[in-house]
């Protein structure tokens, strides 16, 4: 009974840690900001016009895709949760060095919190969203009721990297110069703003190793095409999740008692 209760006021402690970080880097991201939080919807709204002008006039993507504007959003604030909560999750023990040597505190709440803020705006971002639906007339469906299952596979799948990487990074600086190259090759790799069908076929066999590809054609199914994914595309995502998960805590859980002699 002693070790569930020291258990349960751990938890309570770390949780109230996470939100009072939250909390902090939420305000610290639109301080002197005259729009503030609502860059976060401006911003996919602007990089979708943009992408969509490119693609449409210019390269012409936008002519195989039925509401090429919508395909372009869905696809860009979804790999942008990912993108932004393990690039800000990478450097978060490094860059919360003056606190880890003066308090006794659990390590792996730097990284979660940054998924856990890069998730906020995301729910934020979504509302650009829904001003695309409505502008395009797409109406909504009972399908969007898995956006939840959604984001656990997102969840565990970012918090899994960024342990990963915010581990790496304490040891090899060099993974913090390193991801945002991986980063860009990510983001061509994965069908955000052309059609898969234009890859060639050896491309298109190798999407299956891409677990991004399979979360945007998930949140596209359910936002868009009106399609729920079937139980063994559900089972691709959780698999690819869990793994990445289990692997980030595994290595954080080995290095995360020599973190502070190298930061």
């Not at 996919?44 to 992408?51: A, G, I, K, S």
């Amino acid at each position: 009974m002693a070790q569930t209760a020291s258990t349960k006021a751990t938890l309570k402690r770390n949780w109230f840690t996470i939100t009072s970080l939250v909390s902090k880097d939420f305000k610290l991201k639109y301080r002197r900001s005259v729009l503030g939080v609502l860059w976060s919807v401006l911003n996919p709204l602007l990089m979708m016009c943009v992408l969509a002008a490119v693609f449409t006039n210019v390269l012409k993507f936008g002519d195989d895709v039925q509401n090429f504007p919508m395909y372009l959003i869905l696809g860009n604030v979804l790999f942008s949760l990912m993108a932004d909560s393990t690039s800000s999750a990478m450097g978060s023990i490094l860059e919360s060095a003056p606190l880890i040597k003066k308090v006794r505190v659990s390590k792996m709440i730097f990284p979660l919190e940054k998924v856990l803020f890069t998730l906020v705006n995301f729910a934020i971002s979504l509302i650009a969203v829904v001003i695309v639906m409505l502008f395009f007339r797409i109406p909504p469906t009972v399908n969007l009721l898995a956006m939840p299952i959604l984001l656990v596979f997102m969840l565990l799948f970012c918090a899994g990297l960024g342990m990963l990487l915010s581990s790496l990074a304490v040891f090899f600086r060099d993974v913090c110069h390193l991801w945002g190259v991986v980063i860009t090759a990510w983001t061509y790799a994965t069908p955000l703003f052309y059609p898969v069908g234009l890859l060639p076929d050896w491309m298109q066999a190798a999407e299956a190793f891409n677990p991004m590809y399979h979360y945007v054609c998930y949140f596209r199914d359910i936002a868009m095409y009106n399609t729920v994914p079937g139980l063994t595309e559900n089972l691709i995502c959780l698999g690819m999740a869990a793994v990445t998960f289990a692997i980030g805590f595994a290595v954080f859980k080995a290095t995360e008692k020599k973190f502070i002699l190298y930061v």
